[in-house]
């Protein structure tokens, strides 16, 4: 086996850690208000914190993985993560909630997350990229499934403190993990990356400026207009998945009648599809046109927004469970064609630059969790939060397709078969 494979199946592991405490926060707000009487704006500004320095990080983190190592870095950000986790059952006001919450754990699952994917993708491997990328993303939605019913019960049963250890200690179990086997070239195995041509010869690396370097990335992407609509476009993504769904759909359906375990073993489901959803995701994006991708999921997303306030209800109902199905089946499935598009229009500045198109998808969830938690306090339902994501999710699919491929005016990349006829 190359060793390519087993340092992904390692990162996907790493993922999974660090996806975690993800899962957590839809599941300990009700406890949280419950003992310490916070409001749900405050939690959702802990999370919106969260989920903005999540973003902001990632960018940053790609050039340090590029002049540190991934190890060290990774390493670091778990670490993180379990010092924000642990740390939270100390909490006694809502800034502490704020720092755990939000700056820990924001700084660590930001040092990894996507970008993590992205960089094992593309410095490992020449073929099937699409396809572990779509492997690799999956880590997030199965740290969901994992950990979140285990969080729900806990903190139902036992409380939301051993809720929170659990994944404290989750996280420091991968550390060790990765430093035995991730390597930060192929070359440091001895190898060429899986799929590589014969004579092929490693890039020159880059040595320190991490942040000059993902300052010049963001500069050299802000000048195309593909790259704004790639970030608007994964603004929404961010927006209707982690900011929406993820935090406030579990609160939102304890509204009506329906218990939070029941509802985190739905959002947990969520995560079962969404495997598959994108790993076929991955498969589709070698294959086909990711504009044409793109533009599916984000119809069907908005489709589910829109009717779910009417699928609601103390029990769970087939409607309800065909929600579940085709929303995890789209969960993160702009993920690979969205890192597809970045990497054949920017070259090897793509990693980077889909870097920074992944902050704004997290500026994108921060705002749609605190304007949820917002409209929530005040006008005492998430209604109108779900349709204001529906609406979004038809521009985020109007500016898919406008992006321009490779070969169209772009910097660089390679070109691409339309998606069939007989497909669409």
């Not at 790639?230 to 304890?254: M, R």
């Not at 509204?255 to 947990?268: E, K, Y």
Request: net charge neutral; hydrophobic share 55%.
């Amino acid at each position: 086996m190359h060793p390519a494979w087993a340092v992904a199946a390692v990162v996907f592991l790493a993922l999974i850690g660090a996806a975690g405490f993800r899962a957590a926060p839809g599941a300990l707000m009700v406890p949280l208000h419950d003992e310490f009487g916070w409001s749900t704006s405050v939690m959702s500004l802990a999370v919106s914190i969260n989920l903005l320095l999540f973003g902001l990080t990632a960018p940053f983190a790609a050039a340090l993985m590029d002049s540190f190592g991934i190890r060290y870095v990774v390493a670091a950000a778990l670490t993180l993560v379990a010092l924000g986790a642990g740390g939270s059952v100390l909490m006694t006001a809502s800034w502490q909630l704020l720092v755990c919450w939000g700056v820990l754990i924001g700084l660590g699952t930001g040092s990894m997350a996507l970008v993590l994917a992205a960089t094992i993708a593309n410095r490992w491997f020449e073929q099937r990229r699409g396809l572990v990328m779509g492997v690799l993303t999956a880590g997030s939605a199965t740290g969901q499934l994992v950990f979140l019913p285990v969080v729900a019960s806990l903190a139902e049963h036992a409380g939301w403190r051993p809720a929170s250890l659990v994944i404290a200690a989750a996280a420091l179990a991968v550390v060790p993990v990765v430093w035995l086997v991730v390597r930060d070239h192929p070359e440091d195995r001895g190898v060429a990356p899986y799929g590589a041509a014969p004579g092929w010869t490693a890039p020159p690396r880059v040595a320190g400026g991490a942040t000059r370097r993902a300052l010049e990335g963001l500069a050299y992407a802000a000048r195309h207009r593909a790259f704004w609509a790639l970030a608007v476009a994964f603004a929404i993504c961010g927006a209707t998945t982690n900011g929406l769904i993820g935090i406030h759909f579990i609160p939102s359906a304890h509204d009506h009648g329906m218990s939070s375990t029941t509802a985190a073993a739905l959002l947990a489901a969520v995560g079962i599809f969404d495997i598959a959803g994108t790993i076929a995701s991955g498969w589709l994006t070698d294959k086909f046109d990711p504009r044409i991708l793109l533009l599916a999921y984000y119809t069907f997303r908005g489709l589910g927004l829109l009717l779910l306030p009417s699928l609601l209800a103390d029990s769970v109902h087939p409607s309800m469970v065909l929600f579940i199905v085709i929303y995890g089946l789209d969960w993160v499935a702009t993920v690979p064609p969205t890192a597809t598009l970045c990497r054949e229009i920017f070259g090897e500045r793509g990693t980077i630059v889909f870097g920074w198109v992944f902050a704004a998808h997290q500026l994108g969830a921060a705002v749609a969790a605190l304007g949820a938690g917002v409209i929530r306090d005040h006008l005492g339902s998430y209604t109108y939060a779900w349709w204001a994501g529906a609406a979004l999710c038809a521009v985020a699919a109007v500016l898919s397709v406008v992006v321009r491929p490779a070969g169209e005016g772009q910097p660089s990349g390679q070109q691409r078969a339309p998606l069939p006829e007989s497909v669409l």
